[in-house]
């Protein structure tokens, strides 16, 4: 190969690599655009402990819904994911920030015992349920209870 004809291919080289960093770089960018598009529920906040007997739990809708359930779920490792407490049932939201405060016990009354627990927005009428990344830990000792409670819940 000649002199010219190697130039002219490192040339071409550093031409196709810069094509395809400018078309990663846009495809990234495209993918974000969209996700971000879905996002329904975002800006979500959680008390990461049971502090003074409840927690705090505030998240943000991007589009309002007129039956929206706010669950707090089992959120162990290898847990069951189950229902442990129900905070609405078939709330009509508006889009923007709801703030809801969780006081440790089950749906039953119970104390809930100590772990990891979750958070769970249903989206009825979007037909959506939404697990958002983040636990609140209920400690062996992280619960206040309240005058008249039994020392065993």
């Keep these: 190969m ?4 190697a130039s002219r291919g490192a040339h071409l080289g550093a031409i196709l690599f810069a094509c395809l960093l400018v078309l990663s770089v846009a495809a990234f960018a495209v993918e974000r655009v969209a996700r971000s ?8 906040e ?3 402990t049971l502090e003074g007997g409840t927690a705090d ?6 589009k309002p819904d007129s039956d929206v359930d706010v669950l707090i779920i089992d959120g162990n490792e290898g847990g069951d994911g189950g229902l442990v407490a129900t ?3 078939g709330e009509d939201l508006a889009a923007g920030p709801h703030t809801y ?4 016990r089950t749906d039953s009354g119970d104390r809930a015992p100590p772990g990891l627990y979750a958070l769970e927005v249903v989206l009825g009428e979007q037909d959506r349920d939404v697990k958002p990344p983040g636990r609140i830990e209920v400690p062996d000792r ?3 209870p309240e005058l008249g409670d039994s020392p065993d819940g």
């Design 2 to 5: 000649s002199p010219g004809g």
């Design 46 to 48: 959680l008390a990461p």
């Design 37 to 44: 598009s879905d996002d329904v529920v975002n800006t979500v």
């Design 87 to 89: 905070l609405a049932s």
């Design 57 to 62: 739990v505030t998240f943000t809708l991007a």
């Design 142 to 144: 992280g619960y206040t």
């Design 101 to 104: 405060a969780w006081d440790g």
